[in-house]
C-alpha cells in the first residue's frame, strides 16, 4: 500500500457530509455529472462520495404490489467532501446544482446524527498492509485456506487479484480484502 492511499484514508475519515441543493429531478444527474468530474480533475482526494438518499415502499395498484424506489428528499444530494476552494467551486458550479445548503450559500457539514438518520452508510476503506507480490492466506470464502501471491490491489473496489495453485495450476482469482491476510 502506497503512502499516497494511505493519505487518502486519512483524508476520508476527515471528510464531511454536505447537502447539495439542485433541480428537482436532476439528483442522479448531478451525482453522476460531479463524479465525472472529480475523475476527470484529479480530486479524488477532496470529494469521496455522492449520494442520493432513497427509500423502498410497496406500490398497490390494481390489486397488484409491487416494490418501489423512491428519492427521500427530492431536490438535494449528499456528497462526502474536505471543502477548500477548489472543491466548492467543482460542485458548486456543477450542471443541475443551485447551491450548498447554508446560509448565504457557505456549506454547513452534517452532523454524524443528522447522516445516521439519513441512511448514509459510511464506507471506511479498511488499511490494509499487504503489497504486490507478497504472499497471503485466504481466511474466507470457496477458496479458504488457499495460499496465493497478490498481482494487484484495488483500493476502489477494496478487492485483490491473488494467483493461487489450484489442482496443480496458478488460476487468478479475485477477492474482497476481508478474505484475506498477510502471511
Known amino acids: 500500500m502506497t503512502d499516497k492511499d494511505i493519505n487518502r484514508e486519512k483524508r476520508a ?13 436532476h439528483e442522479n444527474k448531478v451525482k453522476a455529472n460531479i463524479e465525472k468530474m472529480v475523475e476527470n480533475r484529479g480530486m479524488r482526494d477532496d470529494i469521496f462520495e455522492i449520494a442520493v438518499p432513497t427509500e423502498e415502499y410497496m406500490d398497490t395498484k390494481s390489486g397488484t404490489k409491487k416494490l418501489k424506489e423512491r428519492k427521500m428528499f427530492p431536490g438535494y444530494v449528499l456528497v462526502k467532501m474536505i471543502i477548500n476552494d477548489e472543491s466548492w467551486y467543482l460542485v458548486r458550479n456543477t450542471r443541475g446544482v443551485t447551491g450548498f445548503v447554508g446560509p448565504a450559500s457557505k456549506p454547513v457539514p452534517l452532523s454524524d446524527a443528522e447522516v445516521k438518520a439519513l441512511g448514509v452508510q459510511e464506507t471506511y476503506l479498511p488499511l490494509v498492509d499487504f503489497n504486490v507480490k507478497d504472499s497471503i492466506k485466504v481466511t474466507s470464502g470457496p477458496f479458504e485456506n488457499f495460499m496465493g501471491t497478490i498481482e494487484s490491489i484495488n483500493m476502489e473496489k477494496r478487492k485483490v487479484k491473488v494467483y493461487i495453485s489450484m489442482f496443480g495450476r496458478e488460476t487468478l482469482v479475485e477477492l474482497d480484502f476481508d478474505q484475506v491476510e498477510k502471511v
Not at 475519515?13 to 428537482?24: E, F, N, P
Open 13 to 25: 475519515r476527515d471528510a464531511k457530509w454536505y447537502v447539495v441543493h439542485t433541480y428537482s429531478g
